[in-house]
């Protein structure tokens, strides 16, 4: 979702009330960094002279900053000195098709840092709980808001694997029909959605149990039942997955029967036919060998009594193809 605002904010907060900042430029930001509460400062985009700004600024690894500029990582939680580090998918749905987000967390004793792969705000619910005073995210540190934005995240993945539910129930009408042209090409790039869920759903599940045993001094002890609830939710979507791509293998068994029975279906009409001609082949095959006795050639009557028997013959393999229930 596309918003009219700076792409660099900073939002603080505490018991008592809370304030906000935007910027285009984060030595904007830095000043209010110390601010007393939580502060919270956020990236729409992966632009590298602020990302480099910040981590000169919070002590941020080199390391973690090339996690951060590569959209290729996979979802993940390391622990530094002075931080600790998460990596998780958003994953959106649009047109039909299915788009990841990098999301990278820096957590620290009273400050986090997000940074988002595309301009958006992914978070727009917390900022308005913040803003509210909704919920308990003003009364808890910023452990709390990592774990916040996490779940913000995860619950997106429900409503794209409803979605995605939907669109597999289509194809389980359409498997039936070998006529569907576009089955093949359609479900492939349902299988290739799965897939990418996949990458995204599993490692996240090992990132937050990696998370809730860690003993990290960055996660404070209450907060261990809201991380294996968020656990919990994981896993759930990461079944509702395998549940899902289990689903797609037996909607293609289904369409590869019905292809499977249509051509069989072709090939017995085609093996009727050519069996029927087997014998008309024969006798226009005696007859065209054009011998000089045979006494038949000579008789008024050998055109319409060839053809009357070849009728007789193929009228008479239909009626026992009939009473066979071979048509």
Same mark, same amino acid.
């Given at each position: 979702?596309?918003?009219?605002?700076?792409?660099?904010?900073?939002?603080?907060?505490?018991?008592?009330?809370?304030?906000?900042?935007?910027?285009?430029?984060?030595? &904007?930001?830095?000043?209010?960094?110390?601010?007393?509460?939580?502060?919270?400062?956020?990236?729409?985009?992966?632009?590298?002279?602020?990302?480099?700004?910040?981590?000169?600024?919070?002590?941020?690894?080199?390391?973690?900053?090339?996690?951060?500029?590569?959209?290729?990582?996979?979802?993940?939680?390391?622990?530094?000195? &002075?931080?600790?580090?998460?990596?998780?998918?958003?994953?959106?749905?649009?047109?039909?098709?299915?788009?990841?987000?990098?999301?990278? @967390?820096?957590?620290?004793?009273?400050? @986090?840092?997000?940074?988002?792969?595309?301009?958006?705000?992914?978070?727009?619910?917390?900022?308005?709980?913040?803003?509210?005073? *909704?919920?308990?995210?003003?009364?808890?540190?910023?452990?709390?808001?990592?774990?916040?934005?996490?779940?913000?995240?995860?619950?997106?993945?429900?409503?794209?694997?409803?979605?995605?539910?939907?669109?597999?129930?289509?194809?389980?009408?359409? *498997?039936?029909?070998?006529?569907?042209?576009?089955?093949?090409?359609?479900?492939?790039?349902?299988?290739?959605?799965?897939?990418?869920?996949?990458?995204?759903?599993?490692?996240?599940?090992?990132?937050?149990?990696?998370?809730?045993?860690?003993?990290?001094?960055?996660?404070? &002890?209450?907060?261990?039942?809201?991380?294996?609830?968020?656990? &919990?939710?994981?896993?759930?979507?990461?079944?509702?997955?395998?549940?899902?791509?289990?689903?797609? *293998?037996?909607? @293609?068994?289904?369409?590869?029967?019905?292809?499977?029975?249509?051509?069989?279906?072709?090939?017995?009409?085609?093996?009727?036919?050519?069996?029927?001609?087997?014998?008309?082949?024969?006798?226009?095959?005696?007859?065209?060998?054009?011998?000089?006795?045979?006494?038949?050639?000579?008789?008024?009557?050998?055109?319409?009594?060839?053809?009357?028997?070849?009728?007789?013959?193929?009228?008479?393999?239909?009626?026992?193809?009939?009473?066979?229930?071979?048509?």
């Amino acid at each position: 979702m596309k918003i009219d605002r700076e792409p660099m904010s900073l939002i603080g907060y505490d018991p008592i009330g809370s304030w906000e900042r935007f910027s285009k430029t984060v030595e &904007d930001l830095l000043p209010y960094r110390n601010s007393a509460g939580v502060t919270w400062i956020n990236l729409d985009y992966l632009d590298s002279d602020a990302i480099n700004t910040l981590a000169a600024a919070f002590h941020i690894h080199p390391l973690t900053v090339e996690d951060i500029l590569d959209t290729n990582q996979r979802p993940k939680a390391e622990e530094f000195d &002075d931080y600790l580090f998460i990596v998780l998918k958003a994953i959106n749905r649009d047109d039909n098709r299915i788009t990841l987000e990098q999301i990278s @967390i820096v957590l620290m004793e009273d400050t @986090i840092i997000t940074f988002q792969e595309k301009p958006g705000d992914n978070f727009d619910g917390i900022r308005k709980r913040i803003r509210n005073n *909704a919920g308990r995210i003003r009364r808890t540190g910023s452990d709390y808001l990592a774990y916040a934005l996490m779940d913000a995240v995860v619950d997106e993945y429900y409503l794209v694997l409803d979605a995605q539910g939907e669109e597999i129930e289509e194809f389980e009408t359409r *498997a039936a029909d070998d006529t569907d042209a576009e089955f093949i090409p359609d479900i492939q790039k349902v299988k290739q959605s799965l897939f990418l869920l996949r990458k995204s759903i599993w490692p996240l599940r090992d990132s937050v149990s990696h998370i809730i045993h860690s003993d990290s001094k960055f996660i404070k &002890d209450d907060l261990e039942p809201f991380l294996k609830d968020l656990h &919990d939710h994981v896993l759930q979507a990461a079944e509702t997955l395998e549940n899902y791509r289990d689903l797609m *293998a037996g909607v @293609i068994e289904v369409n590869l029967s019905a292809v499977s029975n249509g051509m069989n279906k072709i090939m017995k009409v085609l093996t009727i036919i050519s069996t029927i001609f087997i014998p008309l082949t024969f006798i226009v095959g005696v007859y065209g060998m054009n011998f000089a006795f045979m006494p038949e050639l000579s008789s008024p009557y050998g055109y319409p009594v060839v053809m009357g028997v070849m009728i007789i013959v193929a009228a008479g393999m239909l009626v026992f193809f009939k009473r066979r229930r071979w048509i």
